[in-house]
DNA sequence: CTGAAAGCGCTTACAG
DNA sequence: CTGAAAGCGCTTACAG
């Protein structure tokens, strides 16, 4: 016995209506060559049906699955629900499907993640590759989502510039004594923000960085990272290098009794979801995402439209640098009821 | 010309050998019905040469694509990376892959979600439907995760359950007067939660239950919710139905100068990922969705094991509700260096 | 404008 | 234990 899909396929249609198989896949496909009013009634008769083509007939004839897959380091990287829904979008207008895969853990899990995602078939595939790891030759288009300091990059936020505009804005709110907070030493991402955000400071300005993962090396994660202390010291602005880290300063600030941002300032990055929602709201500074995905998406669909690159190729050509754009909220004022301050997707089911 | 994709075949690999197709077919995929030897010199010959199946054949013979669909219904949602990170867990544990398509907007959205997903080929989906949804028949099985109280249910955690965890801790504490922050009133999800904590209350506790939505339908989203002016009335514990309405609550309190959790204290719901993170930490109750999942994707793959069932068939049998566990953290005094606080997966590109 | 035929790569009864 | 053959559903040159 030889299974078979539930629906109807070509060859129903073509015998039910008398023409051959190949006139309804040339009807259906629009590929021109078929009278328009044989056209009508083979769409016609096809929807009364319910036909749906057969992914696997044609991906064994083209060559092509249509579906594309979608590399992340940590799906629980709060990132991830804006990249993950960017990438869907992007690729779904472009008529791919999306085939998620996770590499947590090491740069190994990545390799096998690529892997597993090439057996099923991929016509090409979007990386976010764990830190420093290089994505090395796979079989098939692969595009490359990073910084611009990273080789092989097809497409990033600008995150130098994007610590430039919160340099910026805190010069511009007076303040001289700026503590840059990143959780990751090796991060080239983080790297890019706090070079961007010192790159950003006026003379007489000065910043000072704590790494939260060498101040945690020796366990203790989750405790106070002592910014009461630093406020003593002077630091008037915390720059965190991710919304969480700003999240993280912001309450214990508001524990030890300073006032955001009356008192000190609190930065972030990403525009995460809570941004827009605590008291006070964060000032931060957000990716074009759905610009990213779009560069990402469509450089791959390119790619994989020239059937002559199939093999491991790298989407480089010229790396594209999105401006990030910077989010005033702290200083926006009171809250007037009738202004629309959540982003669109806060929502909780 | 006919399109080939770039690696070795069956077909290339038998001729190569000098034997037949089937017999290397067999050989690799270990039915058995081939020699030891001849076995292991196919299986090294295809490692050699890099044979990779094509699923596109594969999938044309047999009917089945190998990969299972994940429906969500705003992949922005907060709550999103634990649960697809469980799915793609547990479906490449069973050698499913997975396709992702974000029902983002109305229950229509959803409809043309799920029917872009059987276009695709998928042999089963996982749906976590929008608030009031039902999934009406699919053309391949389908695993609901949501409320028990959803009809068509498959696997849920046990939100009512969840809410009376939240009860009786605060019962504990000795909490008199406790408002419920929802952010809405027709999600199940929410209402359960509700439900549970007031079930869980003792006679001599009342509680009161805040709609945001309802009180932002006019605009203002984002504005403080008077939560000073509550603690003015009596309440002494703000118990949000999710971690995102109880960062809210918490730093709303904290710029008010209320001491949490000295003063009164804040919970939330899901354990998300600034809960450990910020000062003071939500206690919170958490789902299994490691558990969920993996019950989830079981039932889906049996139900896809019988070939049988194809069309339109709801993974129901008896609805498993999955315990939530309570994780309180703000009790849990001074921090003390050594001890992990954070979750595993807390960190940031 | 329409159709007959080949073939994508695989698996599975069936025959030897 | 091994192989020849059929067929899953589709698309695409090619012939008419």
Known sequence: MTSSRPGPNLSRIATSLGVSIATVSNALSGKGRVSGQLVERIREHA???GYVPSQAGRALRTGRSG????????????????????????????????????????????VEAINRLVERGVDGMVVIPRRATRIS?????????DTPSTPGNTVS??????????????????????????NNRESSVQNDRAGGIRAGLRPAMQAETLWIDELE????????????????QGFTAFAALSDLQALRALTELQQAGINVPADVSVTGFDDLI???????????????????????????????GKSSARE????????????????????????????KNLRDGEHVR
């Open 47 to 49: 929807a009364e049906l």
């Open 67 to 110: 579906v594309i897959g979608l590399v992340l380091p940590d799906i629980a990287n709060p990132l991830f629900p804006k990249i993950a829904q960017a990438i869907e979008f992007a690729a779904s207008a472009a008529g791919y499907g999306v085939l998620i895969a996770d590499s947590r853990g090491d740069a190994a899990t990545q």
């Open 137 to 145: 030759s796979v079989a098939c288009p692969v595009a490359v989502i």
């Open 157 to 182: 936020a600008d995150h130098w510039q994007g610590g430039r505009e919160i340099a910026v804005h805190l010069a511009g709110l007076g303040h001289q004594r700026i503590l840059i907070i990143g």
């Open 217 to 232: 090396r020796d366990g203790g994660s989750g405790c106070p990272l002592g910014l009461a202390e630093r406020v003593k």
């Open 274 to 304: 809570w941004s827009p929602v605590v008291t006070p709201s964060l000032t931060t500074v957000r990716m074009d995402m759905d610009r990213i995905a779009g560069i990402a998406v469509s450089a791959l669909a390119d790619t994989i």
């Open 312 to 339: 491991g190729m790298l989407v480089t050509a010229e790396i594209e640098r999105v401006a990030m754009q910077l989010i005033v909220r702290q200083s926006s004022g009171p809250c007037e009821p009738g202004i």
